[in-house]
């Protein structure tokens, strides 16, 4: 892998690089520092963005970014109802932000999905926010900024936007499509795995983060009377492994009351059994990408899957089996640069319909089967907390190859991913931080602690192991 401290070294001056300052105090970091394109709005700070960008800097021991981007974006969060009712709920937190110059002043300016492609809505940046926060205490010991009266009410607001009653009657989360890192149409409306395992995350930071005090009583009984249903209903109904794959091929259809074996009436036919029952490996197993009325969709989603595996939300077998997946189907879902956003890539009549005909998502690009290797960090603390650490050393010498002769892109495309994204950003600062994440995880396993969960008591007590 050339000379692995030369290209850490470059990598983590790219990085300081792409900071933004506001009034000379660093808040964020640009998306993207391309040179040879457009910037578009790859010079804003994404919430889900910054992430990887500031654990680094959590581990390197620069913690004044990380503090200030959490102020600054509390600040920007919805904190009233408003009178239009057509602005974005109370508790939502922006997508992205810039700094605007005005004259001699600055202006955060927020962008809530109203200026992006397709105007989706961010359902998962305040999660992201809670699970920094959470990093962020732990990592610095400062639990008085959690315990901040306006960071006390941000973490409510965040809590009871998602725990708000609604037209559902699952303990999932309802959401459109485009509302996480695939913020493009690819048919996951409705109760996506990325969502719901970040969601169990953010109720595990909730627990943790919000003091036992009557004003925040009403939200400390909901988010521990969440985080069991939650677990059970993804670790049951949306599991998928050779045994569970054959209970769901002799489910019978039109089934009514308690009682129903098939309770989401999933029909048989359009389970696509024959692939699946030859590429699902023998001990491995994944949670489904979604579940819901007649629907099963039995892709398979990196990020959701690395998530549930951090936040505990799989049981210990089941986090076992979804790293064991990925060892045995190394081809398909890190291939020649790690890793895979979801497998299998939509394609032909089912490309036009759940991508509305995107080209950008053609089958085997961007987020339809494209390689992020963003996600390589994920992979990494998954599979160090499930004594893997010999398959994220694996994916990060691919990587190593690869990034810093291709300057470090956004996602590469194929169905390895031997192919820089057609229309792919270089010096993608998500990419930068990822792979400079893991390195630093991989060489000091004891930060796992600062972005990953134990159990929950309340999930931990139902028997499931």
């Known amino acids: 892998m050339g000379n692995s401290s030369t ?29 040879h394109v457009s910037a578009l709005n790859y010079d804003q700070c994404f919430i889900r963005d910054f992430v990887s960008s500031a654990l680094v800097f959590l581990l390197k021991g620069q913690t ?19 009178l239009e009712f057509l602005e974005p709920g109370r508790g939502l937190m922006p997508a992205s932000f810039k700094v605007v110059h005005a004259k001699e002043e600055q202006v955060l300016k927020a962008d809530f999905g109203d200026h992006a492609i397709g105007r989706v809505t961010p359902v998962d940046s305040c999660l992201w926010w809670m699970f920094l926060l959470r990093a962020y205490v732990k990592a610095t010991g400062e639990i008085s900024l959690a315990h901040q009266p306006d960071f006390q009410r941000g973490i409510r607001l965040i809590m009871e936007l998602c725990l708000i009653a609604r037209f559902d009657l699952y303990p999932t989360l309802l959401v459109p499509d485009g509302a996480c890192a695939i913020d493009r149409r690819m048919g996951i409306n409705g109760h996506p795995v990325e969502i719901q395992s970040l969601f169990f995350a953010a109720l595990q930071a909730a627990r943790e983060l919000l003091l036992d005090n009557e004003q925040n009583s009403y939200t400390n009984q909901a988010v521990k009377h969440r985080l069991k249903p939650l677990a059970h209903h993804l670790r049951h ?51 489904a990408g979604n579940l819901g009325p007649s629907l099963l969709d039995c892709r398979f989603f990196s990020a959701g899957n690395l998530m549930a595996v951090m936040a505990s939300m799989t049981t210990i077998a089941q ?50 089967g ?96």
């Open 370 to 465: 494209g390689n992020w290797p963003v996600l390589l960090w994920m992979l990494t603390a998954a599979a160090i907390k499930t004594d893997r650490a010999d398959l994220a050393k694996r994916a990060i010498a691919i990587a190593g190859d690869r990034l810093q002769k291709d300057e470090w892109p956004e996602y590469y495309d194929g169905k390895n991913g031997r192919l820089i994204g057609k229309e792919a950003r270089k010096y993608q600062t998500w990419t930068i931080s990822g792979f400079l994440l893991s390195q630093l995880l991989i060489e000091d396993p004891h930060y796992l602690d600062w972005i990953t969960f134990d159990p929950a008591p309340e999930v931990d007590g139902d028997g499931e192991t």
């Open 64 to 82: 004044e970014i990380v503090r200030n981007f959490l102020i600054q974006t509390l600040k920007l969060q919805i904190k009233e109802r408003q």
């Open 319 to 368: 986090s076992q089996g979804i790293m064991e997946t990925f060892e045995q189907r190394w081809s398909d879902l890190i291939g020649q640069m790690p890793v895979k956003m979801c497998f299998p890539a939509l394609k032909d009549r089912d490309w036009e319909l759940l991508t509305g005909c995107d080209p950008k998502n053609r089958p085997w690009s961007y987020h339809n």
């Open 237 to 287: 109904h949306y599991w998928l492994d050779l045994e569970r794959l054959n209970i769901i091929y002799r489910y019978k259809g039109e089934e009514y009351g308690e009682e129903a074996l098939n309770q989401f009436n999933i029909y048989s036919n359009s389970i696509p059994y024959d692939q699946l029952s030859r590429w699902l490996p023998e001990g491995g197993g994944y949670l």
């Open 7 to 35: 290209l850490l070294e470059q990598a983590w001056e790219r990085l300081q690089d792409s900071i933004i300052y506001y009034y000379d105090r660093p808040v964020g970091t640009v998306a993207a520092c391309d040179p």
